[in-house]
């Protein structure tokens, strides 16, 4: 993401939550009053937005210095710091919230995307993610899947194409459609398939990637048998993608099966939220905001 992107994206985010003003410190905090916070962990996480947080009270108020403790991509524990800020205790208020959901909607993702990985430990197939991404927030929430262990499809409509079951339906046909937009794209084409018949027409036009849609481990098996079938001896050209209805507990079986990628929506739009929290400490005594 641009940086001049990423610090609209960030203006926007501080408005929503700020509006004219947060009423509540503005009534009750000194603004000469300076404090010092921690970021922790409060369950085991993999991190990403670290940058993004601090980035947010750049924004806000460069008074407020912020360290951070651990890089993206890193594993956090129950209870460990991962960044300590120290500044102007109302600005560090205000900028609570907007900057831990960075964190904490990023570091979900990151987190989510390593447990899908993991279960693919020792295997040829790689993990992949989709579009399926918040709206405005998918350059960091691929970035965060990538901290996490997983590879990033494609970023967007205009980076690759991928012919799925609606283009097929609108053009009449798989070889239609590949024809079509081999006419005027020279790079790879991946194609969407959701039966044999479907597949075994992408595999005779030679398509470069076939993207298998809800299909069983059994019914993935033979599509990569089949595949490798079709060429040279121990040669298969045509890589194959698993999609739909992948979960933790059914991902390394549809792995197993041969296929070269598995792409997982839910690590991106179903990821919980990682757990931090911001813990305040005043380092002057105050009794309150004169008024």
Known sequence: MRFDCLERLIKIALEEDIGPGDLTTELLVDPKLQAEARVAARAPMTLSGLEIFREVYRILDPLVEVELLKKDSEQ???GEAVARLKGPAASILTGERTALNFLGRLSGIAT???????????LKTRLLDTRKTAPGLRALEKKAVLHGGGFNHRLALFDGILIKDNHIAAVGGVRKA?????????QKIEIEVDTSEQFYEALQAEADIILLD??????????????AAFYYPGQRL?????????????????????VDFVSVGAITHSAPYADLGLDFEVKKPSAGKRV
């Not at 590949?178 to 020279?186: I, M, P, S, V, W």
């Open 76 to 78: 956090a524990e129950r």
């Open 238 to 258: 045509t890589l194959l993608e698993a999609s739909g209805g992948i979960t933790l507990g059914n991902i390394r079986d549809i792995a197993l099966s041969g």
């Open 214 to 227: 809800n299909m069983d481990p059994l019914a993935l098996k033979e599509a990569c048998d089949r595949a």
């Open 112 to 122: 989510s995307a390593r447990l899908h990985a993991e279960k693919l430990a020792g």
């Open 178 to 186: 590949l024809e079509l937009a081999r006419k005027n794209f020279r």
